[in-house]
């Protein structure tokens, strides 16, 4: 499926409107980004360097690296905003193929009618549906996709591997996760007992999948953490065993949180305790964990969270479709607690887009605290160095820095949706979201002038279409 060119040896970016998101925020309106192999070498104000187009390394003495291929791409970045590229921290690929149902449900309602379709999923099927998730999240902009996989039904084969396969071949990283639930209906959970596994059987799995697809080194482009699903579909002891499980194979941790008012009153009749104070106690609150949602923390969780390191995968659109309600991001935010953004799975998000999460994190935060208390550029850095942090990834992703990996998004600004308007950020943060000229990830170019550069887009809809059918009929 592969139609790319080798990636450029250098690929420099000049005479564009740089959001670096680094620690002080710097913006350059006529900057430049040089690019080599796979890590960003210099970015600035003004001119991109002379050593940098006389293909000479940045002490302006040796040649680059592969500089007898004479790959130097220059891109004219007039008319164009660059950020770094955009980190999706929630998602469940697999409801691509589920788009459109229970379209005016709450969530233990939706979940309920959604259960026994997503029981009948297989490898071959995920891997479609991650296909498409993927590519359309790539299409708006996003480098860095965070999956929460729990749905694995008997003798449907390697899903884990399906989503990774995918994930590869459209050049993407991919932070998969061996996810579980393993409390259905018949002991009091909320899952029917055919879509929920054994806890020796997770476990076992959960080592296997760190073991298969797991890379700790640097410019990782598959990780895996484990994931059990939520308080209401998982047993104490499998979250215990999990986290225990997590820290040894030193990976992260991931699971749904304070979600719905429903689920806090689970965990009050269930347990006599608040979400957070029932994962605190089952050692699920630290700085190798990332929650979903968090839609319903009080005063004391933030205080928990803050003090743990647990981060947040914010999830606007999703926590709307499901009237779930407003999450107090900016008193997150306000406490240190690092906040990314995520699109929730596509069964309760169809758009399945990370850059429009950017304006949707800012109207729904302006709504549940005021208008000052959600900037666009607060929005921005959420959606990608709060996203790195939250992954474990913040020393090489989610900011334009010499020695960070070359992870970038460029947005054509001057068309007819954007040519004029003030601020160029706002344009992404604010305004519709901007046609995506270029995304590398490590370096590769992944989407170039609006269309996937490695995969047939006609080819992964009509795999997508047939998988869908396939499921609805099964
Ligand atoms: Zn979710």
């Keep these: 499926m592969s139609t790319s060119a080798p990636p450029a040896a250098r690929t420099i970016i000049e005479r564009a409107y740089i959001a670096t998101v680094d620690p002080a925020g710097s913006e350059f309106a006529v900057g430049f980004v040089v690019v080599d192999g796979t890590t960003i070498v210099a970015v600035g104000d003004g001119s991109s360097p002379q050593w940098a187009r006389d293909g000479l390394t940045p002490d302006g003495v040796g040649a680059t690296r592969d500089s007898s291929r004479a790959s130097i791409r220059l891109i004219d970045g007039r008319g164009h905003l660059v950020t770094p590229g955009l980190i999706n921290t929630h998602h469940h690929l697999y409801q691509w193929l589920t788009r459109g149902y229970a379209q005016d449900s709450i969530l233990f309602d939706w979940l309920t009618s959604l259960y026994p379709l997503w029981a009948r999923i297989d490898a071959e099927l995920v891997e479609a549906g991650a296909l498409g998730a993927m590519a359309v999240a790539a299409k708006s902009g996003c480098s860095t996709v965070g999956d929460h996989h729990y749905v694995f039904p008997s003798g449907a084969g390697d899903i884990l591997g399906g989503i990774v396969k995918a994930a590869g071949e459209l050049g993407v990283r991919i932070h998969a996760t061996r996810g579980s639930m393993d409390l259905g209906q018949s002991q009091g959970g909320l899952p029917p007992d055919f879509a929920v596994e054994s806890i020796d059987a997770i476990l076992a799995a959960s080592g296997e999948a760190v073991e298969r697809y797991h890379d700790a080194g640097r410019g990782a482009m598959a990780q895996i953490a484990l994931a059990p699903c939520s308080p209401f579909s998982v047993t104490a002891e499998l979250l215990r065993e999990s ?28 347990f006599g305790k608040t979400p957070t104070q029932y994962l605190e106690d089952l050692d699920w609150l630290g700085s190798d964990v990332w929650m979903a949602h968090c839609v319903h923390l009080d005063d004391h969780a933030i205080g928990r969270f803050a003090a743990t390191g647990t981060a947040v995968a914010h999830c606007p659109s999703s926590n709307a ?67 790195a942090k939250t992954l474990g990834r913040d020393g090489e992703l989610g900011s334009l820095e010499v020695g960070k990996l070359a992870d970038l998004a460029v947005w054509k600004i001057d068309g007819v949706e954007h040519a004029g308007i003030l601020d160029p950020v706002a344009a992404l943060t604010l305004g519709a979201q901007p046609p995506l000229a270029l995304l590398l990830v490590n370096g590769v170019a992944v989407v170039e002038d609006g269309q996937l550069a490695r995969v047939d887009e006609v080819v992964v809809a009509s795999a997508v279409a047939r998988a869908s059918t396939a499921l609805a009929l099964r």
């Design 243 to 270: 986290a225990a499980l997590g820290r040894s194979l030193g990976v992260r941790l991931h699971t749904h949180g304070s979600e719905t008012v429903e689920e806090d009153a689970f965990c009050l009749s269930k």
């Design 321 to 387: 479709r499901l009237a779930a309600g407003i999450a107090r991001v900016p008193a997150m935010l306000d406490a240190g607690i690092s906040v990314g953004l995520g699109v929730d799975g596509a069964a309760s998000n169809e758009s399945g887009q990370l850059g429009t999460e950017i304006r949707m994190a800012v109207l729904m935060n302006r709504l549940g605290a005021g208008a000052d208390r959600m900037p666009g550029r607060t929005a921005l850095r959420m959606a990608t160095m709060g996203g």
